[in-house]
């Protein structure tokens, strides 16, 4: 049973615009959830993170958005770039757990 | 400081044979994770360790051994390879347990069982 989903699996945006993806969890002792950025050939490296104290965290051009009631989040990414062309993981865990739990990732491409 | 560092980078097995993919960090983290990436199912935990002399099986373990015999090291074996764990393998780390620390992921194993 896949413990995070994840949504789009893949999305197309122009540059300049602003891409969204969306994360689904089911466990309430979750309270951790950064997102992984990898780019092709490489190992997932993280890029944001936020616990569920707070409903939104911004870092540059990417944002978290929580929802801790609906179990949701997604991560959006303004002004997208050419550069930002990779596959994005979301993820949860525990603080008392050992485990981190992946979505199935999204493929964004982002055309110039 | 090489981070987290994966041996080989690339391997074909023919069903039948064994193999061990070696993990190797250099930032004392006492956490480390196996997982394996495939198609459209993401990433999934083989196997992780909590410390050197520990082990414990993850999500998808079968077919999997790992070993940390020193704390910087955790190796994962495969005793008879079959087509289905063609895959691409990430090793990766993190100092504190759950969501205490990030994980550190090295760059990859990719690895195909004809």
């Known amino acids: 049973q896949q413990q995070v989903k994840q949504s789009p699996q893949s999305l197309i945006v122009q540059k300049g615009g602003i891409s969204i993806i969306n994360c689904a969890y089911e466990?309430?002792?979750?309270?951790?959830f950064p997102w992984y950025q990898q780019f092709p050939g490489k190992g997932p490296a993280l890029l944001i993170a936020?616990?569920?104290?707070?409903s939104e965290k911004k870092e540059g051009r990417f944002t978290i958005s929580f929802n801790k009631s609906a179990k949701q989040f997604s991560l959006h990414i303004m002004d997208s770039q050419p550069g930002d062309s990779a596959t994005y993981f979301c993820?949860?865990?525990?603080?008392?757990?050992?485990?981190?739990?992946f979505g199935t990732g999204t493929s964004l491409t982002v055309i110039p | 400081n090489a981070g987290v560092t994966q041996t080989p980078k690339f391997r074909v097995l023919k069903t039948g044979q064994s193999m061990t993919l070696l993990c190797a960090q250099d930032?004392?983290?006492?956490?480390m994770y196996w997982y394996r990436q495939d198609p459209g199912m993401g990433l999934r935990l083989i196997h992780y360790?909590?410390?050197?002399?520990?082990?414990a099986k993850g999500e998808v373990p079968d077919g999997y051994n790992v070993s940390r015999l020193k704390k910087q090291n955790f190796l994962l074996g495969l005793e008879s390879a079959a087509p289905s764990q063609t895959s691409v393998y990430f090793c990766?780390?993190?100092?504190?347990?759950?969501?205490?620390?990030?994980?550190?992921f090295g760059p990859g194993t990719r690895l195909t069982v004809l």
């Open positions: 930032m004392n983290h006492e956490y």
């Open positions: 360790s909590v410390g050197e002399g520990t082990t």
């Open positions: 466990n309430t002792a979750f309270d951790y």
């Open positions: 993820a949860a865990s525990s603080d008392t757990g050992n485990q981190f739990y």
């Open positions: 990766a780390s993190t100092f504190l347990g759950g969501g205490l620390d990030t994980q550190y």
């Open positions: 936020i616990r569920p104290d707070v």
